[in-house]
Every structure is written in C-alpha cells, then in structure tokens.
C-alpha cells in the first residue's frame, strides 16, 4: 500500500538493512532493470518469478521464472503471477521430496484467489486452481480467508469467481 507495484528502490535499502541476501519476486521484475540492477549494486540476489511479457532487454537476475519467455518450454503460457510461485514452490518440494498430495494442495486457495482476481483466462491449470481453491474456499480451510470473506459479507456456501473479482465493501463494512 506504501510503495505500490512492483520492486521499490527505497524497499529494497530497507531489505538489504534488514540482512536480506536473496529476494524472490511474485508477479513483477522482469521488466525491472533498474530495480534489478539496484539489487545487485547493494549487493543481494534475486529470483524472478512473474507473467507479464518481457521485453528485447532482461534484468541481471539469478534466473528469470517467467512462461512468457519466448525460449520457454513450459507448454501453458497463462499462469498468474500467484501460479508461476506456485511452480516455483512445488519445484522446491519436488527438490526436497516434500512433494505430497498435502502440500501440494495446502495453499490452493490463495493460488485460486491470486489466479481468479489477476485476471488470466480460467482455462487449463488455471480452471483446476480455480477449481480446487474455491472448494477450499468453501471448506473454510484457511483462517485468514476466513475472515476477510466474513468481513466482506460474502457467503461461503455459494462462493464463486465475481465475488472474488468484483466485489466492493461497504464503506462502513471497511471499518471493521
Ligand atoms: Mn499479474
């Protein structure tokens, strides 16, 4: 809410104040040469994860996960920014055998949310996060969806993608 879109020159001194050595982006970065460069200059590294289509010139990042990167093999090219980290943890639980049907599922909730209100088509792997997560969604799995949904006045049972989407609070709802 602060500093808006994408990678700020002025979060990334805190970050590295802070002791931060490697930063993973969600949804932005790999238009951000500037910013990218920054971050090597202070001295951090960084894993970009994003969707948006890059340009001719890409940032020196430590690797750039992207599936709109035309040398890119992954055969869907319409995951969400939150789609795109998802991939990214589920190869790290591959990499450390973690890679169980729990896990796998664990946050398929915010990856439904993240999907549905970014606007991507819902076909393909998008449609079965959307899928699932709304499932999830509607199970009451996660505490913190929970509450913004009840805060929201949105009913659980009949959940579905344009509460998601469209919805706006109530001025007065807002201030609870
Ligand atoms: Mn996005």
Redesign the pocket.
């Known amino acids: 809410m602060i500093d808006g879109y994408g990678l700020s020159l002025s979060s990334l001194e805190q970050l590295r104040d802070n002791g931060t050595n490697l930063i993973i982006s969600v949804?932005c970065g790999v238009n951000a040469l500037e910013e990218i460069k920054a971050i090597r200059d202070l001295g951090m590294e960084i894993i970009i994860t994003d969707?948006?289509n890059p340009k001719d010139e890409l940032p020196p990042a430590l690797a750039i996960i992207n599936p709109k990167l035309p040398e890119c093999p992954y055969p869907f090219g319409h995951l969400?920014?939150v789609g795109v980290a998802f991939k990214l943890l589920m190869a790290i639980y591959r990499r450390l055998g973690l890679d169980d049907t729990e896990n796998v599922l664990k946050y398929m909730d915010l990856v439904a949310v993240g999907t549905i209100a970014?606007i991507v088509p819902l076909i393909g792997e998008n449609r079965i996060f959307a899928s699932i997560g709304l499932q999830h969604l509607i199970e009451k799995k996660n505490l913190g969806l929970n509450a913004l949904i009840q805060i929201c006045g949105l009913n659980q049972k009949t959940l579905d993608t344009t509460d998601i989407v469209f919805w706006h609070c109530a001025p007065d709802q807002c201030r609870r």
């Open positions: 949804d969707h948006h969400a920014g970014d």
